[in-house]
């Protein structure tokens, strides 16, 4: 018979009083709190509050409806706190960023997994924080990075993910092609094209080439990931690119990779948040999603199907 408006008025006026305090709490005129108490009345067949004065003191009525609308309404606000703590790290923005340009590759097979579970969080990629997405994370320009280098700060937190192998790929044809792996010097006489820039940022200049004091012939700059490998396709170059990013290639024998150095060169790539405010949940479920599907070597086409296999698994019930 009664509204939870008539609940919160009751308490309302028995705990401040007077009409004219209950209206100004529950943000109503005093006409208004008023008429809802001649409803409240009318729908219960009984006096609820008799006046002294300014002073409204409960009935019997009214003392019994207060202990019950005491009960409801801490009921409701414990149920309401409750769903809003279980609900607040399920939904809302994931801003995240990678130093690995071919994002894309990777991600939308981990993104289908994810959003079985969170369906509700947007995903958004911040292309802008690649080349330097540690400063993003630290100001909260983003909320999580995939990282194959960054420095200790206590500020963050990381787990481990995978690792993935630089390649040297070329025109199959190449003469280069026929070394068993590349080392500094090779790159003298090379067109060598590259994602980042400046150079001093680039992994293969920053640890390879500028410490053996060695310049390719010349450098391009091309962040697209399809237009770069076209270009090494038609041997206008060659490239230091991810194995497995370049597999499909590799197996109709339209590029050539080679290891980078003697002993090759792995990147251990690692997922990075900051501590406060602590994370919502959404983002430690997507980093145990990256986790358990890690990005694969790329070398055995076993390998590479083992992302796909996992989207097309069937929905837990």
């Known amino acids: 018979m009664l509204d939870l408006r008539h609940l919160h008025l009751v308490a309302a006026i028995a705990e401040t ?57 801490e ?45 509700e969080v947007e995903v958004q990629v911040v292309a802008g924080a690649t080349d330097h997405p540690i400063p993003w994370l630290v100001e909260g320009k983003i909320d999580l990075a995939i990282v194959s280098r ?20 070329m025109h199959p044809k190449k003469a280069l092609a026929r070394r068993p792996f590349i080392e500094a010097r090779d790159f003298a006489d090379q067109h060598l094209i ?43 170059g060659i490239a230091v690119l991810q194995r497995w990013s ?14 980078l150095t003697r002993s090759g060169r792995l990147r251990r790539w690692s997922a990075v948040w900051r501590r406060r405010p602590a994370p919502p949940d959404y983002l430690t479920a997507f980093v145990d999603v990256l986790a358990k599907h890690p990005v694969p070597l790329g070398r055995t086409p076993a390998q590479r199907r083992r992302i796909p296999a996992a989207v097309v698994a069937p929905e837990r019930m």
């Open 150 to 169: 960054m420095e200790r700060d206590a500020r963050l937190a990381s787990r481990p993910l995978w690792s993935d192998e630089l390649v040297v790929v």
């Open 246 to 259: 370049v597999a499909p290639q590799l197996e109709r024998h339209e590029l050539a990779a080679l290891p």
């Open 17 to 73: 009083g007077t009409v004219t305090a209950a209206a100004s709490r529950l943000h109503l005129t005093q006409s208004a709190l008023s008429h809802q108490l001649r409803d409240a009345e009318a729908r219960l067949g009984a006096k609820l509050f008799d006046r002294s004065g300014r002073r409204m003191r409960l009935t019997a009525a009214g003392e019994r409806l207060l202990s019950t609308a005491r009960l409801v309404l």
């Open 75 to 119: 009921s409701l606000e414990r149920a309401e706190r409750e769903i809003q703590r279980a609900t607040a790290g399920r939904r809302g923005p994931l801003r995240l960023t990678t130093q690995c340009h071919t994002v894309y590759h990777w991600l939308p097979a981990r993104l289908k997994i994810f959003e079985r579970d969170f369906p």
């Open 194 to 236: 590259v994602y980042s820039m400046p150079l001093e940022s680039n992994l293969v200049f920053r640890e390879m080439l500028i410490p053996a004091g060695v310049m390719p012939r010349r450098v391009s700059h091309i962040q697209l990931t399809e237009a770069l490998i076209e270009m090494v396709k038609a041997d206008l």
